[in-house]
């Protein structure tokens, strides 16, 4: 059974980087469109950037120039420069259409505090 497995959210101060990374573990099915959504408290889930096989990208204007998706095969990562205090959030990796039955796949989920 596949799943979506991340790492590498924790605590950074404002102006610092963290690298985001989430692998498809079990995947039979190669993926067309991987992405990354947050939720922070008190608000709705919102979608962060995607990347298709292909390489296309789309990124939420909040955090463009800021913020880079790229992936190698069932692995997306996203490098998250320049953070904000309002990048604050849980993380969550998402595949919106996986195998015979385009089934949406979501990862866990990451926090990613930034604060100093």
């Known amino acids: 059974q596949v799943q979506l497995v991340e790492s590498g959210g924790g605590l950074v101060q404002p102006g610092g980087s963290l690298r985001l990374s989430c692998v498809a573990s079990?995947?039979?099915?190669?993926?067309?469109?991987m992405g990354w959504y947050r939720q922070a408290p008190g608000k709705e889930r919102e979608l962060v950037a995607a990347?298709?096989?292909?390489?296309t990208t789309n990124y939420a204007d909040s955090v463009k120039g800021r913020f880079t998706i790229s992936r190698d095969k069932n692995t997306v990562f996203m490098q998250m420069n320049s953070l904000k205090p309002e990048d604050t959030a849980v993380y969550f990796c998402?595949?919106?259409?996986?195998?015979?039955?385009?089934?949406?796949?979501w990862g866990q989920g990451t926090l990613v505090t930034v604060s100093s």
């Open positions: 079990g995947s039979i099915f190669s993926i067309n469109t």
């Open positions: 998402n595949v919106p259409a996986y195998g015979l039955r385009d089934v949406e796949l």
């Open positions: 990347i298709t096989s292909g390489g």
